[in-house]
């Protein structure tokens, strides 16, 4: 199965040249490596002209966040029928930066829905913002899940992907181990069984949270997960190319 790698460039770079340039590397570089699928998901003003500038079949493409109202008196907001139409297949929900700035799970709840009911893939993601030994992290995880998931029907179940991304990891220098992401992977399947059966066990999870060319590799074949999101390092033209030839052969 080919390993999926969500390249989230997040508020970069900071023109469409330089995303050009970017783009053109990111088509190089998924040329390299024909068991890993690319969402290349760069700011929302230039979606739409990569997209329409793109005739292959390697790359698909994804919006960095969408509202969950289909249109309205959202000033500021993407839509996702707008981001659809622009030539999204997936939409990210809940990252870590959206839940700082003051979305909460309720909110993802209705993205998760709305996404699937325009026929979108959502990317939930998760993830603590600090971690102890009583573990009450795990509460918070199983949380996020619990109500972000609400309103998925277990047939449209296999259609979203969560990714984990420790917040305390996310910029850091060092990523979280392959083995307690391990550990978190079994936790995240068995809070989806316990949600949606067996069925829970069909949905991919992704790690991020620091990852590059020295760690992606070494995650992918011990942390149990199917794919990386990947955040600074997917903006950076040389550490994606370090990035994708790492994990090129696994």
């Known amino acids: 199965m080919k390993s999926l790698l969500v390249a989230n460039w997040k508020m970069n770079p900071p023109t469409f040249v330089e995303a050009k340039k970017l783009f053109e590397v990111t088509k190089k570089v998924a040329d390299l490596a024909k068991n890993v699928s690319i969402v290349v998901v760069p700011p929302t003003i230039f979606l739409r002209e990569l997209r329409t500038s793109y005739r292959g079949k ?14 309205g008196s959202f000033t500021g907001e993407t839509s996702m029928v707008q981001a659809k139409n622009a030539g999204a297949t997936y939409v990210i929900i809940g990252h870590a930066e959206r839940r700082a700035m003051g979305e909460i799970n309720d909110d993802t709840r209705k993205k998760v829905a709305a996404a699937l009911s325009f026929s979108l893939l ?4 998760i993830g603590e913002t600090t971690r102890t030994h009583e573990g009450e992290y795990l509460d918070v995880v199983k949380n996020q899940l619990k109500i972000g998931l609400a309103d998925v029907l277990v047939a449209k179940l296999p259609r979203v992907t969560i990714a984990y991304e420790p917040v305390w990891a996310i910029g850091a220098d060092v990523a979280m181990s392959p083995h307690d992401m391990h550990g978190m992977a079994i936790f995240i399947r068995k809070t989806l069984v316990e949600l949606y059966g067996e069925k829970g066990m069909t949905v991919k999870i992704l790690y991020g ?3 590059d060319g020295t760690n992606a590799s070494d995650m992918l074949m011990h942390g149990d997960v199917a794919g990386l999101l990947v955040g600074r390092a997917s903006a950076d033209p040389e550490k994606l190319t370090a990035l994708v030839r790492s994990i090129k052969n696994l």
């Open 122 to 125: 959502p990317i939930l993601c």
């Open 58 to 71: 390697r790359l698909a493409f994804g919006i960095q966040n969408a509202h969950a109202e289909p249109k």
């Open 209 to 211: 949270g620091a990852i």
